[in-house]
């Protein structure tokens, strides 16, 4: 026995409601819908109409714009770096973005990674990115390691 051949014992499955079968039926002639005018005939939408007044999404001013030519960007910090190095045992030797991208660490959808001077770090790295701070740059070369900037 399957969960879906399982009965209920309430009646869980109701019939839907055939309207316009008769007066007896409780929705006879004009099938539960008044009696005419706009609501009572078929593929009516009348939703925001105020009654002639001006509807408020008109009243109201428009605001903003989005930006087509936007960079998407993705912040890396010291201390994410660090913990990754050590959950993935990547080669502190040559961290490249491609490869944190590739290894589904960070989602490229979301855009190109930009490292940062947050936390701490304690051995030298060699990391390809996008992106980089110059306070970053600066500290990943007093520790004897590299930051290399590749163009997208």
Known sequence: MKINELKSPLSSSKNRKRVGRGAGSGL????????????????VSINGFEGGQM????????????NPFKLKVQQ???D??????????????????KDLFDK???NKSKGNLKLLN???IDQ????????????????VEKLG???TLINN
């Open 28 to 43: 006879g002639k004009t099938s539960g819908r008044g009696v005419k005018g706009q609501k009572s005939r078929s593929g």
């Open 80 to 97: 994410t770096l660090s913990a990754l190095i050590k959950k993935y045992n990547l080669n502190s030797e040559k961290i490249s973005e």
């Open 55 to 66: 509807p408020l999404y008109r009243r109201l001013p428009k605001r903003g714009f989005k």
């Open 124 to 139: 030298p790295i060699t990391i390809e990115i996008s992106f980089a701070s110059k306070k970053a740059i600066e500290i």
């Open 76 to 78: 890396i910090n010291f």
């Open 118 to 120: 947050v936390g701490k």
């Open 104 to 106: 589904k660490i960070f």
């Open 145 to 147: 390691g590299k930051v």
